[in-house]
């Protein structure tokens, strides 16, 4: 991986990073993809004390009711010519479907564009928080790595792979795509055939490529986008360094792809919304692909 360093990227106050590169003609393009009019959620669902495919580093997810139908069957009078039920969710921003935020990570306390990590306190994050972003509609190249002969759930998807992969689909990325991975670990972990500790991801020798090809987003069906173990020795997360904190590059994870599998098309529109949580460093997603 070489050396690549995106400060001033976008300007030296900018806090939304590659979204910038998703502009109309990007959206548009996006458009241009939803050719059949198909939509398919890529979202993971979410239940109460099931972590799922999260990493255990993450608590489970808390889904309590705060008034049902058993209230009125005690008694409780319905008013005003109706009744009604609520609920409430506590749930960890990294913990299901999500997108993070650029002041996810960083190194040496620098993050993007050159913001300290002592920005980011007990109140969430001063800068870079996940509430800048908004919402993003652009086309995504979609790569199914889960259908080739080996089908590994550790598998390092380097450079080359994803070129090679991308060329015989026919597509030529341009600034403001997306990129959608399908690795095959979730489809494996909900098999039984794989674990949290060893998961198929990209190497991080795809970061000049995702930065030279002007990705903004890249999203993948696993826990971190990138391979885990990482196969740098001196860093855990060094794709998220290289495109997220060096470049601004999004990166969601967890997303559901099995329904993109099979006679897959080679781009997608993909809508994704964070929650518009001030000073959150993730949030939990809906992703939507239409084809």
Avoid at 19 to 29: E, F, H, Q, S
Avoid at 227 to 254: F, K, N, W
Avoid at 280 to 290: C, L, M
């Amino acid at each position: 991986m070489s050396e690549i360093s995106g400060n001033g990227r976008f300007g030296p106050a900018d806090e939304r990073g590659a979204a910038n590169l998703v502009d109309g003609a990007a959206t548009l393009r996006g458009i241009a993809a939803a050719g059949r009019g198909r939509v398919v959620t890529l979202a993971v669902p979410i239940a109460s004390n099931d972590r799922g495919a999260a990493a255990e580093m993450r608590a489970p997810p808390q889904h309590f009711m705060t008034r049902d139908g058993g209230d009125y069957a005690a008694g409780l009078a319905e008013r005003a010519g109706y009744g009604f039920a609520d609920d409430v969710i506590v749930l960890p921003t990294h913990g299901t479907t999500h997108i993070d935020a650029l002041a996810h990570v960083w190194r040496d306390g620098i993050m993007y564009n050159g913001f300290s990590a002592a920005t980011v306190t007990s109140r969430g994050a001063a800068r870079c928080g996940i509430d800048k972003l908004g919402a993003i509609v652009t086309r995504a190249l979609f790569v199914d790595f889960a259908s080739d002969d080996d089908g590994d759930p550790t598998r390092a998807i380097t450079s080359r792979d994803l070129q090679q992969k991308i060329a015989a689909n026919g597509i030529v990325p341009e600034p403001g795509d997306a990129l959608l991975v399908r690795t095959g670990w979730l489809k494996a972990w909900r098999e039984g055939n794989a674990d949290k500790h060893k998961t198929a991801g990209l190497h991080h020798d795809c970061a000049d490529w995702i930065v030279k090809s002007g990705i903004a987003l890249v999203a993948a069906d696993n826990i971190a986008v990138e391979v885990i173990p990482s196969r740098d020795p001196q860093c855990a997360m060094p794709l998220h360094i290289a495109v997220t904190r060096d470049q601004g590059v999004y990166l969601a994870e967890l997303l559901d792809l099995e329904n993109l599998a099979g006679p897959a098309p080679a781009c997608v529109m993909l809508v994704i919304a964070p929650l518009a949580i001030r000073g959150g460093v993730g949030s939990p997603i809906t992703p939507v692909a239409i084809f």
